[in-house]
C-alpha cells in the first residue's frame, strides 16, 4: 500500500502536516496527529495518505467510498510508479486496509457550528465531507479542499491561503474567476465562484467543479482556447522593456537577486529583445496538461492563481510545451527544454494571432517571469531544491539571449 505509517512518526513530517492544516481549521479547532487508538466521537479523523514518499492527502476515515474515488481518479503529471501506488491505495482504502496499516491519525476537534466543514455545508446547502491535498512543501503551498458527499459526489474544491503570498495567490484567484465570468467565451471554461473571503488568517475560495464533457478528449495545446483568453480584453503592442508587465516584472525581481544572477540575465533578456514590440494580451500563467481537459470545442481550465492581464500572447502555449518537455525527458533539462518549446512555438504563434519571429522573445519573456517566480520561493523550506532550479532557468533564458 502506498500509505506509509512510518512517514507521520517523524518530527517533520508532524510539523509539516499540522503546518499545511492549520491554516483549515485555525484555533480555537485542536488538531491532534498521533498513533491510532480506538475510535473516538470527539471530532473528525483523519487518515494521512502517502504517494512516492510523500503524504499527499488527507482523507476522512469515515467516508471510505469518497476517498477511494478521489485517490484513484487524482492525475497531476506523475510518473508511473506514482500513479499505480495511487491506485493501490485507492483500493486499499475501499477494501479498509489502508485504514488498518495506517498508524497514524489526525483528529479535528472544533466548538460546534465553527468548523471549515459548518461554512461549506452552508455555502453548498448540503452536508460535506472533505479530502484534503497537500501539495508539495513549497513556499506556494496550500491546502485544496475537494468537497464531496459521503458517496463521493463533488460538490466544490476549495483552497485555503496559509501565508501572505499565498494569500495574495488565492485572492487573485478569486479575482480572475470573476473577471473571466463576466466574459462570454466559446471554446474556455473556467470555475465560477461559490464562496470568496477571509478565514481565520488567511483567505478561502470555494468554486464549483469542472466536469468533462460526454465527447472525446484531444491531446496538445488548445491553441483555438489559448487564443481566445489572449484576446479576451483586447490586445496591444509594445516593445517589451516598455510593457507594464515587464517593468512589474524587473521591479519585483530587484529584491530577490541574492544570487546576483536574476538582474543580470533579466538585462541580457532587454539587450536582445527590450526594443522587440510584442502583442499584449491576458495569460492564465500556469497552462499545462495537467490543469487542463480539453475537448475538441471546449477546454476546461482551473487553478487560475497566476492570471494576469498584458503577457506576451504565446506565453500560456510556451509554457505549456516547455512543461511537456520537461515532463518527457527531464535528463535533457531546462536548456534544451526551452530550446525545444521556442521551437514549437515558433509553429504555434501565427495560430494564436502573433507572428513565428516572436517565438524566442516570447519564451525568453515568460522563462523570466518562471525565474522570478522561484527566485521568490527560495527562502521556503524547499529553498535549497529551488536555487538550483532557478540557476537552471536562467542558463536557459541565457542560452536563447546569446543565440536570440
Not at 40 to 68: F, M
Not at 95 to 114: A, F, H, K, M, N
Not at 125 to 136: E, K, T
Request: net charge positive; glycine share 10%; proline share 7%.
Amino acid at each position: 500500500m502506498s500509505a506509509a505509517p512510518e512517514l507521520v512518526t517523524r518530527t517533520q513530517d508532524r510539523r509539516n502536516i499540522i503546518d499545511a492544516v492549520r491554516a483549515v481549521w485555525p484555533p480555537p479547532a485542536r488538531l491532534t496527529l498521533g498513533p491510532r487508538r480506538a475510535p473516538s466521537d470527539e471530532g473528525t479523523t483523519y487518515v494521512p495518505i502517502s504517494v512516492s514518499g510523500k503524504v499527499r492527502w488527507l482523507v476522512p476515515q469515515a467516508a471510505p467510498r469518497a476517498a477511494a474515488q478521489v485517490v484513484g481518479a487524482a492525475y497531476d503529471g506523475s510518473d508511473v510508479k506514482a500513479r499505480v501506488l495511487r491506485r493501490l491505495a485507492a483500493t486499499g482504502l475501499r477494501l479498509g486496509i489502508v485504514q488498518l496499516l495506517s498508524g497514524e491519525r489526525l483528529r479535528v476537534s472544533t466548538p460546534d457550528g465553527t468548523a471549515i466543514e459548518d461554512h461549506l455545508a452552508g455555502v453548498l446547502g448540503r452536508h460535506v465531507v472533505l479530502i484534503v491535498r497537500l501539495g508539495f512543501n513549497r513556499g506556494n503551498r496550500k491546502p485544496v479542499l475537494q468537497v464531496l458527499t459521503s458517496d463521493g459526489e463533488t460538490l466544490a474544491y476549495a483552497k485555503v491561503s496559509c501565508s501572505p503570498s499565498t494569500d495574495l495567490m488565492v485572492r487573485n484567484e478569486a479575482a480572475a474567476l470573476i473577471a473571466l465570468g463576466s466574459r462570454s467565451f466559446r471554446r474556455l471554461r473556467s470555475p465560477s465562484v461559490r464562496w470568496a473571503g477571509g478565514w481565520g488568517e488567511h483567505e478561502l475560495l470555494v468554486q464549483s467543479p469542472l466536469r468533462p464533457l460526454d465527447a472525446p478528449r484531444v491531446v496538445g495545446p488548445p491553441l483555438a482556447a489559448m487564443r481566445e483568453l489572449g484576446e479576451a480584453w483586447g490586445v496591444e503592442e509594445e516593445p517589451l522593456q516598455d510593457s507594464p508587465w515587464w517593468q512589474r516584472l524587473r521591479a519585483t525581481a530587484l529584491p530577490l537577486d541574492a544570487s546576483g544572477r536574476l538582474g543580470p540575465v533579466l538585462d541580457a533578456v532587454e539587450r536582445a529583445w527590450g526594443s522587440r514590440r510584442l502583442l499584449l494580451g491576458a495569460g492564465h500563467g500556469d497552462w499545462t496538461s495537467w490543469n487542463s481537459i480539453c475537448h475538441p470545442d471546449a477546454t476546461l481550465v482551473w487553478d487560475w492563481e497566476r492570471f494576469e492581464r498584458g503577457v506576451p500572447l504565446g506565453s500560456d502555449a510556451g509554457h505549456w510545451v516547455l512543461q511537456e518537455a520537461l515532463r518527457g525527458n527531464r535528463l535533457h533539462g531546462w536548456r534544451s527544454a526551452a530550446a525545444a518549446g521556442a521551437g514549437a512555438l515558433t509553429d504555434m504563434l501565427p495560430r494564436l494571432g502573433a507572428p513565428a519571429d516572436a517565438a524566442r522573445p516570447v519564451m525568453a519573456a515568460h522563462l523570466s517571469a518562471l525565474a522570478v517566480r522561484y527566485a521568490a520561493e527560495t527562502g521556503s523550506s524547499a529553498g535549497a531544491r529551488l536555487s538550483v532550479l532557478l540557476d537552471e532557468v536562467l542558463n536557459a533564458i541565457e542560452d536563447l539571449a546569446d543565440t536570440g
